[in-house]
């Protein structure tokens, strides 16, 4: 099998197989801008490397163990009650106030097989790097729906991206098309 029909097969799947993009990207829940900032103040506080968060049964749906003695990240929850409208007789959720619950991990608590990305024998990420003039960098944002980001002339990529080549790939392209735009180098 030629190189073209295997990359037109796996974008073929990709694109038909029900749900599969969707998995990629719903591994993890968004999480609110106050949460995302009392994540990373507590990931701070404790020394903790940053990085995507999940509650332990999201951890352990991925084949990661939360390491023993790991404390809990909390974040602000909506405690929600129905209740029934006298007049219509029907009932509704409603949102009474928020608590502060510690259920979430972030992936440097957990242990497990090792996240590698796959390999592409016949192409090398540190030489198109160098070439492109673009440095990786850990990624720390909480946010599990990201996969990856581009900063200046930086880029990260989750160690759990469901397609670690493909975001690589995209945000590289951020930066050259970008770099291009602005007279940087790409």
């Given at each position: 099998m030629d190189k073209q029909t295997k990359w037109t097969e796996l974008l073929n799947q990709a694109v038909s197989e029900p749900g599969l993009i969707l998995k990629a990207y719903s591994n993890?829940?968004?999480?609110?801008l106050g949460n995302r900032i009392a994540a990373m103040m507590q990931c701070?506080?404790?020394?903790?490397?940053?990085?995507?968060i999940n509650t332990y049964p999201g951890w352990l749906a991925l084949n990661r163990q939360v390491k023993k003695g790991s404390k809990a990240i909390e974040l602000c929850m909506p405690l929600t009650r129905k209740v029934t409208d006298e007049r219509t007789g029907e009932s509704a959720t409603v949102a009474t106030n928020f608590v502060w619950k510690p259920r979430w991990f972030v992936l440097s608590q957990t242990e497990g097989e090792p996240i590698t990305p796959?390999?592409?024998?016949?192409?090398?990420?540190?030489?198109?790097?160098?070439?492109?003039?673009?440095?990786?960098?850990?990624?720390?944002?909480?946010?599990?729906?990201?996969?990856?980001?581009?900063?200046?002339?930086?880029?990260?990529?989750?160690?759990?991206?469901?397609?670690?080549?493909k975001t690589l790939f995209h945000e590289l392209a951020h930066l050259c098309c970008v770099g291009s735009y602005v007279g940087l180098p790409g």
């Open positions: 993890f829940h968004v999480y609110s701070a506080e404790r020394e903790i490397e940053p990085g995507p796959a390999s592409s024998p016949e192409w090398n990420k540190e030489r198109a790097l160098l070439a492109l003039n673009i440095t990786e960098q850990p990624f720390t944002t909480t946010d599990g729906n990201v996969q990856g980001y581009a900063e200046g002339r930086k880029v990260a990529v989750s160690p759990i991206a469901a397609m670690p080549h």
